[in-house]
């Protein structure tokens, strides 16, 4: 079984975008939600996928499938159309940062001692900005696209 982690590179566009949001650390992590969505497309493509995410305001919007806060409200339905698109059945549950074993990946990279030594490939992915700019069917369109 390949074991594979996502380390975001964000675009300098999508950082002026979100400005400075209280809400920064939750939209970053929204957005290795997105990048891993699309970069492990074929893999999740019709199947049920439990999900655990550590950042509860990230949580309550893919729970709920809205946000109060505009950016991480564009992010969840991205993510619920991507999933739709796939015919992805998901759960999300929480889980404490301190038993989330991504933590140090997200922090070290391919230095993260614990992805080492279970034999994870950490690779590098770029975030798309479209999630948090498009609207309507330009949002739809770039699902499509993202998909094929």
Request: hydrophobic content about 45%; some cysteine; charged content about 20%.
């Amino acid at each position: 079984m390949a074991r594979r982690s996502l380390w975001q590179r964000l675009p300098p566009e999508l950082l002026a975008e979100w400005g400075d949001s209280e809400h920064c650390i939750a939209l970053i992590e929204q957005a290795a939600l997105i990048l891993g969505i699309l970069r492990f497309k074929d893999l999740l493509r019709n199947r049920s996928v439990l999900w655990f995410e550590d950042n509860a305001a990230v949580l309550s919007g893919l729970v709920k499938g809205t946000s109060g806060h505009a950016q991480l409200d564009s992010g969840a339905a991205c993510i619920h159309l991507l999933l739709a698109a796939l015919g992805t059945r998901t759960w999300f549950e929480y889980v404490e940062s301190d038993a989330n074993w991504s933590d140090g990946a997200s922090r070290l990279l391919t230095l993260d001692p614990w992805a080492r030594a279970n034999g994870f490939d950490v690779e590098m992915g770029d975030v798309p900005t479209w999630p948090w700019v498009s609207q309507g069917l330009d949002r739809r369109n770039h699902v499509e696209q993202s998909l094929t």
